[in-house]
């Protein structure tokens, strides 16, 4: 046998992949012959994640809820933010621009445009404010740089662009749904 049975093992605090809260857990499973691999039980949750020095699986998804999101932009949301926790990097890329796009069109852009498009038109039209103009500026380039074929993306890429939709969603559905007067 090469993993311990559940023990108490040497204890490390993580950001929990499943609930999200910061544990820490000295409850889980070590390996015999590599003591840096370890498989810790959340306190919270009880699910366990396998962790190392240098990875944890599952991993954590990057960005936060939003409040008040068509069904529809929900559900692409969530699925860019467990691609980004899943190493899935170029798939949570694509869908943070099918978000984009979705959101432009839904906020009178015309159909059939292309990504960069459809991301001026946010700012042109004041989804974006102005300190935020640096970041449709870096994500052009980014844009720019992956036109003409679907470039594998990294995790930075992946977590920037996640941080931008979730900065834009919010301004676009939350934060006016939260107005006094527009709640039912
Ligand atoms: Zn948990």
Redesign the pocket.
Known sequence: MVWSNQQNIRSRSFT??????V?ASGVGFLHHNDLDKRVHI??????P?YITSKKQVPGVAPGNEIAALPDDIEALYKEARNSVAASAHTGAVLLCRKILMNTAVSQGAPQNQSFLDYVQYLADNGYVPPKGKGWVDHIRKKGNEATHEIKAMGKTDSEELILFVEMLLKFIYEFPSKIPANKP
């Not at 929990?16 to 809260?21: A, E, I, Q």
């Not at 959340?42 to 699910?47: G, I, L």
């Open positions: 929990c992949g499943y609930c999200g809260n544990v959340c306190p919270h949750c009880d699910e994640s």
